[in-house]
């Protein structure tokens, strides 16, 4: 039994209803128990009342693209530093990729990383299971004992698989089980050792390009063999105009079909890179600037359902070399809202739409209880001031590694408290 929460003068915005007003809410025992829009709620005896004097109250933010270093890299990022710097950005729970080492392709590591994560971190750890044993694409792992241990999703992370009738014969299977296949999109015929996207700036650059037809191909015939089988199929990260156009017509004929979108696509482009700055080197290249509007009217019209940070942290190491010899990667979780309300303030996109992304929509995908405002929900929530002025500074970063792509970026949008099962786990020092 824990002591009863109370935020009231806030701000309501909950995606999954529809719903922006003013009210309160109550959370007892970790659960919401009450949502009063406009309305008196009384209030318990002995409970912690918070007065949100007008901030925003939101769905805690759901991030379905984490990678950590542990286990494994430990000294990239653990379980608890990835939870600090998830707390601080507004995001309750994540989702862990398994590219891990070793990875997370058996039960037996699923357990011990849920049990891990309790142990150690503030937010909810969501492990994925590997679709393929050591992330090969060659052998397909135990789905049944997968789910059973608590993965949420089947996916290889930054890895593709490039055998289609492999991937026919996943999906059959996670159809069976009922779980979500995501893919991430990548013919490496195509893309080979290009290191950005390819076009006019990479000619100029001197650098070898990836191709758009790179993730259109995949991902034409990953919605084929979606339909096919019956499968719920995620794109994990679409980047460009094509995407957006196949992704489109799937939809119109599989309900079963979502994508993704990570921020660095939606906020960055191409030109971002400037004199080789390597912090920009993406595993899904940012793309042109007509790419990127492709994809905000995209995420506008649903076409993309969810927003994702993409956090890879990589050591200063991999990072501090020639552009085309680093490491993909950048970190996002801390800065995954705040770059996503540079939409809202731009008039680009609704608040609603841009906080569904992140809340409603991935819990529906994972078939998760979290993501909404409701009675009978879990307590996972964010008070955001969303003119909060504030520069992203790599001495605040919580993340045990630095390589942000927003370093000294002045943004709008700050998290002033973090609530995981009804307890604050993060409190913005202004907050």
């Given amino acids: 039994?824990?002591?009863?929460?109370?935020?009231?003068?806030?701000?309501?915005?909950?995606?999954?209803?529809?719903?922006?007003?003013?009210?309160?809410?109550?959370?007892?025992?970790?659960?919401?128990?009450?949502?009063?829009?406009?309305?008196?709620?009384?209030?318990?005896?002995?409970?912690?009342?918070?007065?949100?004097?007008?901030?925003?109250?939101?769905?805690g933010l759901i991030d379905m693209r984490v990678f950590t270093g542990e286990p494994g890299?430990?000294?990239?990022?653990?379980?608890?530093?990835a939870g600090d710097a998830a707390a601080a950005g507004g995001v309750t729970s994540f989702v862990m990729m398994p590219d891990t080492v070793p990875v997370v392709d058996d039960g037996a590591l699923v357990d011990f990383l849920i049990r891990r994560?309790?142990?150690?971190?503030?937010?909810?750890?969501?492990?994925?299971?590997?679709?393929?044993?050591?992330?090969?694409?060659?052998?397909?792992?135990?789905?049944?004992?997968?789910?059973?241990?608590?993965?949420?999703?089947?996916?290889?992370?930054?890895?593709?698989?490039?055998?289609?009738?492999?991937l026919r014969t996943v999906m059959s299977y996670a159809a069976n089980y009922g779980m979500t296949v995501v893919h991430h999109l990548c013919d490496k015929s195509l893309s080979g050792d290009g290191v950005m996207n390819?076009?006019?700036?990479?000619?100029?650059?001197?650098?070898?390009?990836?191709?758009r037809e790179a993730e259109t191909i995949p991902l034409a015939r990953d919605l084929q063999l979606a339909a096919l089988t019956g499968t719920k199929y995620h794109a994990a990260q679409i980047s460009?105009?094509?995407?957006?156009?196949?992704?489109?017509?799937?939809?119109?004929?599989?309900?079963?079909?979502?994508?993704?979108?990570?921020?660095?696509?939606?906020?960055?482009?191409?030109?971002?890179?400037?004199?080789?700055?390597t912090f920009?080197?993406?595993?899904t290249p940012l793309r042109s600037e007509d790419d990127r509007q492709a994809v905000i009217e995209g995420l506008r019209n649903g076409t993309i359902d969810t927003i994702h940070s993409d956090h890879d942290p990589q050591d200063t190491e991999v990072k501090r070399q020639p552009f085309a010899e680093a490491s993909d990667g950048a970190i996002g979780l801390e800065t995954l809202l705040a770059a996503a309300l540079r939409l809202?303030?731009?008039g680009d996109v609704e608040l609603l739409t841009v906080l569904r992304a992140m809340t409603i929509r991935p819990a529906e995908i994972l078939g998760l209880p979290s993501g909404r405002i409701a009675k009978g929900a879990p307590a996972d929530l964010i008070l955001v001031d969303l003119d909060y002025p504030w520069q992203v500074s790599e001495r605040e970063i919580r993340s045990r590694s630095r390589n942000t792509s927003f370093e000294g970026a002045r943004l709008?949008?700050?998290?002033?408290?973090t609530i995981v099962g009804g307890q604050t786990v993060h409190l913005h020092a202004e907050g």
Avoid at 73 to 81: A, C, D, V
Avoid at 127 to 152: D, H, R
Avoid at 244 to 259: C, D, F, G, H, P
Wanted: proline content about 4%; aromatic content about 4%.
């Fill in 1 to 59: 039994m824990t002591r009863p929460l109370f935020i009231e003068n806030a701000r309501i915005v909950d995606p999954a209803s529809g719903s922006d007003g003013q009210g309160a809410v109550l959370v007892e025992n970790g659960i919401i128990t009450e949502v009063a829009l406009g309305a008196p709620v009384g209030v318990p005896d002995g409970a912690e009342v918070v007065n949100a004097k007008g901030l925003v109250l939101a769905p």
């Fill in 117 to 166: 994560a309790k142990a150690t971190s503030k937010v909810n750890v969501l492990p994925a299971g590997a679709i393929t044993k050591g992330l090969a694409g060659q052998e397909m792992t135990e789905f049944g004992l997968l789910q059973e241990a608590g993965a949420v999703c089947l996916t290889d992370g930054r890895h593709s698989i490039q055998s289609t009738a492999l």
């Fill in 280 to 283: 920009f080197k993406l595993g």
């Fill in 344 to 346: 809202v303030h731009s």
């Fill in 73 to 81: 890299k430990e000294y990239r990022e653990t379980l608890q530093s």
């Fill in 412 to 417: 709008a949008g700050k998290v002033m408290r």
């Fill in 240 to 277: 460009c105009a094509s995407s957006i156009e196949l992704m489109a017509t799937a939809k119109k004929r599989n309900s079963s079909v979502t994508s993704g979108v990570s921020i660095n696509n939606l906020a960055l482009n191409e030109n971002d890179i400037g004199r080789y700055r």
């Fill in 198 to 211: 390819e076009g006019l700036f990479a000619t100029i650059l001197g650098l070898k390009g990836i191709p």
